[in-house]
């Protein structure tokens, strides 16, 4: 079987006033490292994002996919999707390759009239989470967030708490690194934060 450029750890927040999405930027090719560069965070609309842990040529593809459907779902119906809608969408084209057609763990995050957080695995099966992780380093990710996570915490503590989730991946895991790409998703919409951002968080 052809080994499959993977990509992985990703990590999902809900906070008072938005949602974090996170992920490491590292892409490796069995135990090869080929890119520190790898985007694994996309917007789909003005309020809906996802994450992908996996298989980096099939997250790609049902990003392209979803945003399309994203599109025709405004153009006939005049809104946007909601964050449940998108999380049904991308579960029932999961589902309908088994595991088979994207080799992938998909966060799916967004704000309606509140933040939503999704967890949708290979195979199609939805989690509504107030937080998560996925892909190789999860286990570790998942430590740091059962311990610090709280209801109603604020954004920028949630991005912290994100960063601090991927750093604690990226030195226990071999697959993940690279760098962090992190958004939030309020009700003013998508937002990526920058390297300089993100550094001064952690200074």
């Keep these: 079987m052809t080994e499959k450029l993977k990509g992985t750890t990703t990590v999902g927040i809900v906070c008072k006033d938005g949602v974090v999405l996170a992920a490491d930027r590292r ?65 029932n084209i999961l589902h309908s390759g088994r595991g088979f057609a994207y080799m992938a763990w ?31 380093g999860m286990e570790f990710a998942f430590s740091v967030l059962e311990e610090n996570y709280r209801d109603g915490i604020p954004l920028e503590e949630g991005v912290r708490l994100a960063l601090k989730a991927i750093k604690a991946a990226t030195k226990r895991d071999v697959f993940t690194g690279g760098g962090v790409t992190l958004v939030t998703i309020t009700e003013e919409g998508y937002r990526e934060w920058s390297e300089e951002e993100l550094k001064s968080l952690l200074e």
């Design 106 to 136: 998909f966060l799916v995050g967004g704000y309606d009239s509140v933040p939503r957080l999704y967890s949708i695995d290979a195979a199609g099966g939805v989690t509504e989470d107030r937080f998560t992780a996925a892909g190789s």
């Design 27 to 91: 892409a490796s090719l069995g135990n090869m490292v080929l890119s520190e560069g790898v985007t694994k965070v996309f917007q789909i609309d003005d309020h809906l994002a996802i994450a992908g842990a996996g298989t980096v040529g099939d997250i790609l593809s049902l990003v392209r996919l979803l945003r399309a459907e994203a599109k025709l779902y405004r153009a006939k119906v005049g809104r946007e999707m909601s964050v449940k809608a998108l999380a049904t969408l991308t579960s």
